[in-house]
Every structure is written in C-alpha cells, then in structure tokens.
Nanobody, 127 residues
Framework: QVQLVESGGGLVQAGGSLRLSCAAS????????MGWFRQAPGKEREFVAN????????DYEDSVKGRFTISRDNAKNTLYLQMNSLKPEDTAVYYC????????????????????WGQGTQVTVSS
C-alpha cells in the first residue's frame, strides 16, 4: 500500500483559495485511483473528488463542481486539490485516499474501495 501525507490546509477568508497536496510513498502510486474526502465536526466523512490512475477521469461532488479541481502528477507521486471560491461550509478536515485499482466506477465515491488514508489537513474558511 502507499503511505499518504497531506499538506496545504489553513485558514482562509470566504472567496479565497487553497491548494492541498498529498504526497505518496511507494512505487505503485500510478496503480491507484485517488480521492479527496472531508469531514466536518459532527458529520460523516464525505466524498469531495476523485481521479483515476492516469488522470484521464475525474468526478466531483456537486457542491464543489466548478470551484475545486483534482489533479495528479504520477512522476512526483503527488495528488492535488485546487480549491477556489471557498465557502464557510467547506470547512472540514480534508483527507486524501488511495484505492488500489485502475478501474473506474461510481462506487469510488464511497470510502469502501480506499485502502490507504492520510492523516488529514484542516481547512477553515471564515465568513
């Protein structure tokens, strides 16, 4: 399995931007579909976005479409989440996750297929 470490979280005003990064260790990163999930206090962990093994397919939760962009650089073993036009309701701990598959299907929106998880990075958006 890959080991994952997120970075890039912080405090930002509404309307601002942040870029999250997720560094993966191991030589099999490009065999993984990758995802970003978030968890706000008192709420369940929810899907944000995901990307297939070669970056050719992406999926987004409706509330972040047009504001967030997921991407990956397999040469650098790194996953990214560019977050623009941030809103207070985006406040949460953001987790990157890896699913050991090159397949692509709607079930990748759920946490079940993901075997590797980072420790999370806090994103706080003030109004």
């Amino acid at each position: 399995q890959v080991q994952l470490v997120e970075s890039g979280g912080g405090l930002v005003q509404a309307g601002g931007s942040l870029r999250l990064s997720c560094a993966a260790s191991g030589r099999t990163f490009n065999n993984y579909a990758m995802g970003w999930f978030r968890q706000a206090p008192g709420k369940e962990r929810e899907f944000v976005a995901n990307i297939n093994w070669n970056g050719g397919s992406t999926d987004y939760e409706d509330s972040v479409k047009g504001r967030f962009t997921i991407s990956r650089d397999n040469a650098k073993n790194t996953l990214y989440l560019q977050m623009n036009s941030l809103k207070p309701e985006d406040t949460a701990v953001y987790y990157c996750a890896g699913a050991p598959t090159i397949a692509w299907w709607g079930g990748l929106r759920s946490v079940g297929p993901y075997r590797s998880w980072g420790q999370g990075t806090q994103v706080t958006v003030s109004s």
